[in-house]
């Protein structure tokens, strides 16, 4: 690097991915304004005695993906005002305790990725000032007392370790306001002593970790002042309607890749902050009009990965919703691979086609034993449903379409009424008498009330949505 060895006068130096080797002692002396150096990515082995001399303004130093196994203290001490280090990927064992005082003033430190097996009680107990500590992908089996004692941060990564245990004291005198523990093997009681720490979270992962719906309530109790919560990857196959009763300012939720039919009205209740959810790679085959109403005040939704059933049982509602939202209305033209472009996945003659695209009269008949055993995906027999916050109606035009109502139903279940293409009367007309038969002189299913006017619906919304530019 002879090219350093005049007067610089830059504050800012890149030297990622160039396969440097080694850095001799004082190499970057000449520019002395240096606040920032990068050094990822190249084949550093070590690092020489005082390779940073005369480089006291150094802020941010970044040799993540270097080989160097070992951070010397005696290297570090010529950057006391460092904020920023960063150390990903370079085979760490452990670190000194004599770095961190060498340099008091960090504010973030990445350790990502390295093979620390442990951390000491009060580890970084000289760091007053740290705000972002990542400890991601390494082998931390527990975390001891005091671990985090006196430090305020911000972000507390500690995803994809080994970790089994967490000691009672060991978030004692900190305080954590986003904390990622996805991807150990914790198990439901190393949850309790999070307690210091859990109510003041704006943040929370536990992704891989499998915990049942109930214990995820019963963690989230405390954690009321929540905005983003990720349960992707738990195998939760069910959610339980009081789960998020506690989570009021909750905005971003995650729960993707799980295998969950439904979400209980209750839950999308409990949860009027929420703009974004994502629920990707679940097992839905379907979505009732009561849900589709409040996913109308959520600003963003992820459905894609979900095996969408295209018959009268399951995908009429979300085929109106669907041409009713831009993003997903959009999302197939020009491109029907996209992500947003939800399509079809049974029946067989139906697959991969783009629901959207789908005529009402093509729905096929509901599979044989849907609608009397099916309860978690029928429209009209989801348990889930069953609540006092109910929406009676898609949209409020469509409660000006002519209705019908539907067969009786057997004791327990909720009566419901259905808008019928078939018969003359109006929507203050007397309907027919009870136990009303088609012309077979069977009774009406409710998918034959729904699949004859799909269409018609569709035509009525989308008018009126062209009339007044609503997207």
Known sequence: MAWLSFPCHFEELHLDDNHIMTVASATFMYINNLETLTLARNKLRGLSPRMFFLLGRLKTLDLSGNPIRELDPEVLKDVPNLKTLRCANCGLLMIKSLVYRVVPQLETLDLSDNH??????????????????????????????????????????????????????????????????????????????????????????????????????????????????????????????????????LEILNLSSNSLRYIPVDILHSLPSLHTLDIRRNEFRG?????????????????????????QCHIPYLKIWLNNTKSFREACQPDVDAPKCLKCQSPMEMYDKPIIEIEGLELQPCPEGTFDNDSRHHFYENPALHSNHTDITLDEDLDHLPEKDLPQRESGHHQQNSMSAHGGHDAHGESDKSGEKSSGGKKKTPQENNVAVIDELIRKKNAKAASNGRS
């Open 287 to 311: 979505m009732p009009e009561i849900i589709l109403r409040r996913f109308d005040r959520i600003h963003t939704i992820e459905l894609d990965g979900n095996p969408w059933s295209c018959d």
């Open 116 to 249: 620390i097996l442990a951390l000491a009680p009060e580890e970084y107990v000289d760091l007053n000032n740290l705000k972002h500590l990542y400890l991601d992908g390494n082998r931390i089996l527990e975390l001891k007392d005091y671990t985090f004692q006196g430090l305020a941060l911000q972000h507390l990564g500690l995803s994809r370790n080994r970790m089994e245990k967490i000691s009672k004291m060991a978030f004692e005198d900190c305080s954590v306001l986003n904390l990622d523990l996805s991807s150990n093997k914790l198990q439901f009681g190393a949850f309790r002593h999070l307690n210091p720490v859990i109510a003041h979270m704006h943040g929370l992962s536990v992704a891989g970790i499998h915990l049942s719906a109930e214990h995820i309530r019963e963690i989230l109790k405390r954690a009321g002042r929540l905005k983003s919560l990720n349960l992707s990857r738990m195998r939760l196959t069910q959610l339980v309607p009081t789960m998020f009763t506690s989570q009021g300012k």
